[in-house]
């Protein structure tokens, strides 16, 4: 079973910074035969749980095998948000032996979703991680359609040693833009003092 598609194009240094579902670029025929040739690929080398295949897409709608990732990703949770699917759980019960009780007719797309990484990068030093210890964090205020997930909290160090992400912000909207509205505001509510941004 394919999910629907997250378009992943922007990118800094190889990091992905914004992730949306579904993306504005497909229509249902390619993200048909895109989903179909993922499926055939996980056929192919024998993987049964869940993972991401990733490709290239141009402007006419032809894509191109980039890379299969057989792991569950960073940007999971809006998949999870458009699908209704909780791709952790669905991941584990695989991994247990359970059967997969989902079905292809099954999945459906129900509105759109945004994350958008939250980083401890410097600007002014082409965005490398920015050291330091966070004196001030606060969250957006809670909704229904935010979702923060972080490993931090206030006075926590960010380190040279480890991923600069401080969170990954994510909305859901009926529409693309209700998502991206969201999103702008809960960015804006945002506070994160003690590290360049």
């Given at each position: ?53 990733e ?114 912000t ?28």
């Open positions: 079973v394919y999910l629907p598609e997250r378009e992943c194009s922007v990118q800094r240094r190889n990091q992905k910074v914004i992730e949306e579902a579904p993306s504005v670029l497909l229509d249902p025929e390619s993200r048909h035969r895109m989903g179909t040739q993922a499926i055939d690929l996980a056929k192919a080398c024998g993987y049964y749980s869940t993972g991401t295949v490709f290239l897409v141009d402007k006419n709608l032809g894509f191109y095998f980039l890379e299969m990732n057989t792991r569950l990703q960073v940007e999971h949770p809006i998949t999870e948000l458009i699908t209704g699917v909780d791709l952790v759980e669905e991941m584990i019960k695989i991994a247990a032996g359970h059967p997969l009780e989902l079905t292809q007719d099954e999945v459906n797309i129900h509105g759109h979703a945004v994350e958008m990484r939250v980083y401890a990068e410097d600007p002014g030093r082409k965005f490398l991680p920015s050291i330091g210890f966070l004196i001030n964090y606060q969250e957006p205020t809670k909704h229904e359609n935010i979702r923060i997930d972080t490993g931090v909290e206030e006075g926590s160090e960010i380190s040279m040693y480890y991923d600069p992400m401080i969170s990954k994510i909305t859901w909207g009926n529409t693309r833009d209700e998502a991206l509205e969201l999103m702008r505001t809960a960015l804006q509510e945002y506070v994160i003092k003690g590290v360049t941004d």
